[in-house]
């Protein structure tokens, strides 16, 4: 008896250890949690501002899980007060999970029956935005939907260009640029008013402080630093006027295309044969428009070939990739709809036909023929074109108020800007989760 009352209390002691064990695993496996951002179309009030919350974790060196065609596309983020707070102050919405919950969502995701994945994002890219200094950022959708969702980015224009100052960002957005020199081929409706007048002696003057005769041969010189940065490992996102413009300008490097009321001296006789499209990022055997009084540039732009697409019915659809096998595309076109609003722009959309056939279509209009979202490699690098002046504003004309974001804050088509600012983050090689 006193034998084993001696065991008694050595027992009692290693039960309650074993208990208090229990006990603190317990309470710790209940409370570990991680913090979802749904981004369907019931779930997210904010789309927009989302993608700032994400961005913002990845700036303190935290890491995100996006869960590519899993409602909409949503973030998997770490728990923790500071980031409830900060999407409450946003007024983003989002879910805690449970660990418990997040692997069962993760591992239904990596099921080979799924066409869904989970991407890790690692870093916050450094973001510059290429646009003339006078500019305000409601002149452009992509400086607004940054300034919404309070994601930071710096302006450079052809100076920082020039002076090979591209290699310290991640990604560059091409503001609505004419990279041929025409001045945005405004000359036949506004060479008489006062901001043209003024905007072509700002631009003349800036040529020639940079050492170059004219224009034409000064955007030339950009366009080959742009081209050279992305195929250095760069990421290039162009709107508008900046996608078909950039590519004649690789074109035509070796070229003049200009008219007199341009650049002062008459083009090259027969420069459309000269036109070198192995050059080009994108689009091959377009025509180039001559007529200096027309605001087009050329055959790409399928603007003024849309008269059967009457504005109600004016859509775009977005292509399905497979998450696992194409997780680039995927990320470029997660929404919470396929279907997203057309809208106009001097570039509008492109003509399939034009289109170089390792460019993958994104998304287009099926009933018009044309193609309104592209992406392609060059190099190490890569780029996305996107036709259109502004998601929100159908018809933008010179002079317009700028768009409220407050009032489309869960825009499908401001989305597909902000897929590609996120894009240079994820881990550049695919592993499984």
């Not at 920082?160 to 036949?188: I, R």
């Not at 000269?274 to 087009?296: D, G, H, M, V, W």
């Not at 287009?364 to 780029?383: L, P």
Request: proline share 4%; aromatic share 12%.
């Amino acid at each position: 008896m006193i034998y084993l009352s001696k065991r008694t209390p050595l027992s009692f002691q290693a039960k309650a250890r074993n208990l208090t064990l229990l006990f603190f695993f317990f309470v710790f496996f209940v409370k570990a949690s991680v913090i979802l951002i749904p981004m369907d179309a019931d779930g997210q009030e904010n789309h927009l501002k989302a993608y700032g919350i994400t961005y913002w974790v990845l700036n303190k060196q935290q890491k995100v899980q996006w869960l590519l065609n899993y409602r909409g596309g949503s973030f998997l983020l770490p728990d923790g007060d500071a980031i409830r707070k900060e999407c409450q102050i946003r007024g983003v919405s989002f879910e805690v999970l449970s660990d418990a919950k997040a692997e069962q969502i993760l591992d239904d995701i990596s099921s080979p029956s799924q066409n869904q994945e989970a991407v890790i994002l690692e870093k916050a890219p450094k973001i510059a935005v290429y646009t003339p200094k006078g500019n305000q950022p409601w002149d452009d959708a992509v400086t607004m939907v940054l300034t919404y969702a309070e994601i930071p980015y710096v302006t450079i224009y052809d100076e920082e260009v020039l002076d090979d100052k591209l290699a310290l960002y991640d990604w560059l957005h091409l503001h609505h640029e004419d990279f041929t020199g025409q001045y945005g081929k405004f000359y036949g409706a506004y060479r008489a008013a006062p901001w043209y007048i003024e905007a072509k002696k700002e631009a003349e003057a800036l040529a020639s402080k940079l050492g170059f005769t004219k224009v034409s041969e000064q955007k030339r010189a950009v366009a080959l630093k742009i081209r050279n940065y992305v195929i250095g490992g760069g990421f290039m996102f162009a709107m508008c006027s900046a996608t078909d413009s950039f590519d004649i300008a690789l074109a035509a490097e070796d070229t003049d295309i200009c008219e007199a009321m341009f650049d002062g001296d008459p083009s090259d006789a027969n420069y459309q044969s000269k036109l070198n499209f192995k050059n080009t990022f994108a689009f091959s055997n377009f025509i180039l428009e001559r007529n200096p009084l027309r605001y087009e540039f050329s055959s790409i732009d399928m603007t003024n070939k849309r008269r059967n697409v009457p504005r109600e019915s004016d859509y775009f659809s977005l292509m399905e990739f497979s998450a696992k096998w194409d997780p680039v595309p995927t990320m470029l076109t997660q929404n919470h709809t396929s279907l997203v609003k057309g809208f106009m722009g001097q570039t509008t959309a492109f003509t399939r036909d034009q289109i170089k056939s390792t460019v993958m279509v994104l998304g287009e209009n099926k009933i018009n023929g044309e193609a309104r979202y592209i992406h392609g490699i060059k190099g190490k690098g890569f780029f996305t074109f996107y036709g259109g002046h502004d998601p929100e504003d159908y018809q933008h004309r010179v002079g317009d108020p700028k768009t409220e974001l407050e009032l489309h804050p869960t825009s499908p088509g401001y989305r597909l800007i902000l897929n590609n600012v996120l894009f240079p983050a994820a881990r550049k090689k695919k592993q499984k989760t």
